[in-house]
């Protein structure tokens, strides 16, 4: 018995020992956790969060309190990890924290890097439970609108679709869910009853814009099923949701550097662009001064390689996978388009796919990004007082510039941006990028907006001549793209001129050179009233005459019988110019519109008006009795100046002070000409307007380079620089 008890106390003692080994691991477990927790506050804060449980005691929890703080200051300051974002979601959703914490969650969840699908797909799932009150639902949809380029895959979201459908019965949650529709929606999503029931809300709610944008889409995919006309143009369906989380989301990804929505897997070798190039939201103001005091919100325009679903197990070829022309070539059937179509811009290879497919579907999704994020973003956004506002913007639009170009087209929702822009814009903010949008506006009949607008501009700020000389250089190659879409169009065969690839909107013959003659006459008055303010600044004259250039061709180069007279605010300031090169423009433009005149004369096909027979007519008389015939001051013209008037300027022989020899602009000519001669012939000055003098002079001045003198000379005087003797200069009646 005692061995046996001996036994039992051997056996006992090893026990003691293992269960006091064990507590001391237990121990330095725990006291390892503390450490960590120390060391690590936001781990433990998210942990203690993920088991809060339903029932959970909110009012007076200091430790509930303490954990939110602390998780709330990391999210604003650095944004949350994917899998923190799930936890708080449902934390949030599940309102097991309480309604208050809900929205409170909600308002600081703000994604470091990106977005898990699931976690969105059960937030859907809580929506359909129907415990979150009403302004709790409505923050979620917003919240999901606002990282929906951040969200990592869209599959399983598109797998619900009927679901989120259901929500548009809710008047509250309806303009949100539209949204998030429009992007969710693809061909297999339109189906007769969800028309029905988009067309039964808007019987209830009226034509809402957000209804009218997911019809829009809709009726892109099948025409068949919405039968309901529906305008050419949708104005901004969609406001913006956003402004809860944007200032921090902008903060994070900016102190990230571009760590969010870096594309990695994209090399085009086509056009190389900076990997952080980002979507800007700017603050608009009245000045410059104001406009860089604060700032621009900005957020990273979707790479491709982010805005297609990573995850997605849809057998389709990626646009981010293509690295050559010949592979879109071979794809371009099988080509998924982005979930988010702002990735296409600044890509080449997108950009060839639609021009390529001219699928009508997505120029209207890729219009809608445009219009929601210049419209809504670039222009309504508060401040946050960021420095690099000047340098996100440019290159925003120039993005934009680089894609209109390389579709030689503008988008129609860079055309209502600027409509609401120039309204308020002072004429120096991003000068060259908003007068380069302004150019590429295509020919519509509402561009009498922009003329009014630049008038309250030209009106309201005062300019700097490089302003006004942009502006002119602006609209000369606005009426460029015009006339050149107006030629293709002709050639192509009919008179009906398509305004737009993507559009079945066409403009007949007559309308266009109305258009064309709205917009010229326009400038004309804008350079009249800018030539007079500034003193007929050599500048502004020189960019004025290289419009008119470009109006006295629009038959020869464009087929566009169409003559219009520069008013007699430009033709003056270029006749009396103190530059030669404007003198020399002015005979250029004259000769051309003469020759264009005989031309459509001949044809006796389209008629040109006796106005501008005789406004034309009363300018040459101008030109060649100023220059030829020296006597610029014609009782009855436009010019005529009481002859006392003149006896007071005490200049000697006034008449002749504009002819080919006086002429402030060819005066420097004459002298150094009657230097050159005077010393092998010995003749006076006044003798160069007789004789073999005047035609040596003649081919002395046109040698010079002055060609459209020459040929307005030669064509309206008879006169050809020869070394005849007889005296050519016969005057002009």
């Known amino acids: 018995m005692a061995d046996l008890s001996n036994l039992a106390g051997l056996v006992s003692e090893p026990s003691g020992e293992i269960d006091s080994s064990a507590n001391n691991r237990s121990l330095r477990l725990a006291e390892k956790e503390r450490r960590k927790g120390e060391a690590d506050p936001f781990g433990l804060a998210a942990k203690y969060l993920s088991r809060v449980e339903a029932g959970t005691v909110v009012r007076g929890n200091d430790e509930l309190e303490r954990n939110m703080v602390r998780v709330e200051t990391v999210a604003l300051s650095k944004g949350l990890p994917p899998e923190v974002i799930t936890v708080l979601l449902d934390l949030a959703l599940s309102l097991n924290a309480g309604t208050a914490n809900c929205t409170r969650v909600l308002k600081f969840l703000i994604p470091a890097t990106v977005v898990p699908q699931e976690a969105v797909v059960k937030g859907v799932s809580w929506l359909c439970v129907g415990k979150m009150p009403m302004n709790a639902q409505v923050l979620f949809v917003r ?42 929606t693809m061909r297999e999503h339109v189906h007769p009853y969800r028309v029905r029931k988009l067309l039964d809300i808007q019987a209830k709610m009226g034509r809402q814009p957000f209804l009218t944008q997911l019809l829009a889409l809709y009726k ?54 900076p990997s952080t190039r980002k979507r800007v939201r700017c603050h608009l103001c009245n000045t410059v001064k104001s406009f860089t005091e604060h700032s621009l919100l900005n957020k990273a325009i979707p790479p491709l390689s982010s805005a297609f679903d990573s995850n997605s197990n849809k057998k389709v070829f990626r646009l981010q996978e293509l690295r050559s022309f010949k592979e879109l070539l071979e794809n371009i059937h099988n080509i998924e388009l982005p979930a988010q179509m702002g990735s296409l811009l600044g890509s080449a290879l997108a ?136 030629s293709v169009s002709a050639l192509e065969g009919g008179l009906d001129i398509s305004l737009n690839s993507n559009s079945t909107m066409t403009m007949t013959l007559s309308g266009f050179m109305d258009s064309v003659m709205e917009l010229v006459r326009f400038v004309g008055l804008l350079a009249s009233e800018g030539l007079r303010l500034e003193n007929c600044h050599v500048l502004l004259l020189n960019q004025t005459l290289a419009f008119y250039e470009t109006v006295c061709d629009m038959f020869l180069k464009y087929s566009l019988p169409l003559i219009i ?153 008879g006169h050809s620089s020869g070394l005849s003797s007889q005296d050519d200069r016969q005057p002009m009646t």
């Open 143 to 184: 919240w999901v609108l606002t990282v929906f380029d951040l969200i990592d895959c869209k599959d399983n979201l598109r797998s619900i679709y009927g679901f989120i459908f259901s929500f548009v019965t809710e008047e509250n949650l309806c303009p949100f869910i539209c949204h998030l529709l429009y992007l969710l």
């Open 220 to 273: 892109v995919y099948r025409p068949d099923l919405v039968t309901l006309s529906l305008p050419s143009r949708v104005r901004t369906g969609f406001k913006n949701h956003n402004s809860t989380w944007k200032v921090a989301l902008s903060a994070v990804q900016r102190k990230n550097k571009g760590a969010v929505l870096v594309d990695q897997s994209l090399s085009l070798d086509v056009k190389e662009k």
């Open 351 to 486: 950009l060839h796919y639609l021009d390529c497919v001219q699928d009508e579907s997505a120029s209207l999704r890729l219009n809608f990004w445009l219009g929601h994020s210049l419209q809504e973003e670039f222009l309504l956004c508060p401040v946050d007082g960021s420095s690099d506002n000047t340098s996100e913007a440019c290159r925003f639009l120039s993005t934009i510039l680089f894609s209109q170009q390389f579709l030689q087209e503008g988008f129609s929702s860079t055309e209502s941006f600027l409509y609401k822009f120039l309204s308020v814009w002072d004429g120096c903010l991003l000068r060259p990028q908003i007068l380069d949008l302004l150019s590429d506006i295509p020919l519509m009949p509402s561009f009498c907006k922009c003329p009014n607008y630049l008038c309250c501009n030209q009106r309201n700020s005062r300019k700097t001549i490089s302003v006004r000389c942009s502006l002119i250089e602006c609209l000369n190659s606005m009426l460029v793209k015009w006339l050149t879409w107006h």
């Open 565 to 717: 007279m520069p008013p007699a605010g430009v033709f003056y300031p270029a006749l009396f110019a103190t530059d030669s090169v404007s003198v020399d423009r002015l005979g250029y433009i004259m000769y051309r519109y003469y020759m264009r005149a005989i031309i459509i004369n001949d044809m006796q096909t389209f008629h040109i008006s006796r106005n501008t027979y005789k406004e034309f007519n009363r300018n040459l008389q101008a030109m060649v009795n100023s220059m030829w015939n020296s006597w610029w001051s014609i009782p009855g013209s436009d010019i005529e100046i009481d002859k006392d008037l003149i006896a007071l300027s005490k200049v000697a022989e006034p008449w002749c002070r504009f002819d080919l020899i006086h002429h402030p602009a060819l005066f420097s000519y004459a002298i150094e000409f009657h230097r050159s001669v005077s010393e092998i012939f010995n003749c006076f000055f006044s003798c160069l307007q007789i004789g073999k003098y005047w035609n040596w002079y003649m081919e002395f001045l046109f040698n010079q380079g002055f060609d459209g003198l020459n040929n307005f000379i030669r064509t309206n005087t």
